[in-house]
């Protein structure tokens, strides 16, 4: 199987920024896109941004010009740079990677535990 590991959450206050990292162990044959999803309370879990292997990269329009999605490919993690964090921002972020466990295998999503951010104004 295959696990995410997410750090980086955490509290601060509107305009500041977090960094999140999520990395990837187990059995990995290779990862295809990865990203970061999150849901507020009494919300849908909803796409926060996305990056290909290839690194092209989609953002929700909600964060388009804070937050910048990034990966390393060799230590199978991704990152997410938030700045100018602001209250509705406020939820719990998970990490999701689609993943070739075995050469020749389909892809499968995985998903992180989730790490909490909370925006205070």
């Known amino acids: 199987q295959v696990q995410l590991a997410e750090s980086g959450g955490g509290l601060v206050q509107a305009g500041g920024s977090l960094r999140l990292s999520c990395a990837a162990s187990?059995?990995?044959?290779?990862?295809?896109?990865m990203g970061w999803y999150r849901q507020a309370p009494g919300k849908q879990r909803e796409l926060v941004a996305a990056?290909?292997?290839?690194?092209?990269?989609d953002y929700a329009d909600s964060v388009k010009g804070r937050f910048t999605i990034s990966r390393d490919n060799a230590k199978n993690t991704v990152y997410l740079q938030m700045s100018n964090l602001k209250p509705e921002d406020t939820a719990v972020y998970y990490c999701?990677?689609?993943?070739?466990?075995?050469?020749?295998?389909?892809?499968?999503?995985?998903w992180g535990q989730g790490t909490q951010v909370t925006v205070s104004s």
């Open positions: 999701n990677a689609v993943v070739v466990t075995v050469r020749g295998f389909l892809p499968r999503a995985f």
């Open positions: 187990g059995s990995i044959f290779s990862i295809n896109a």
């Open positions: 990056i290909t292997y290839g690194e092209s990269t």
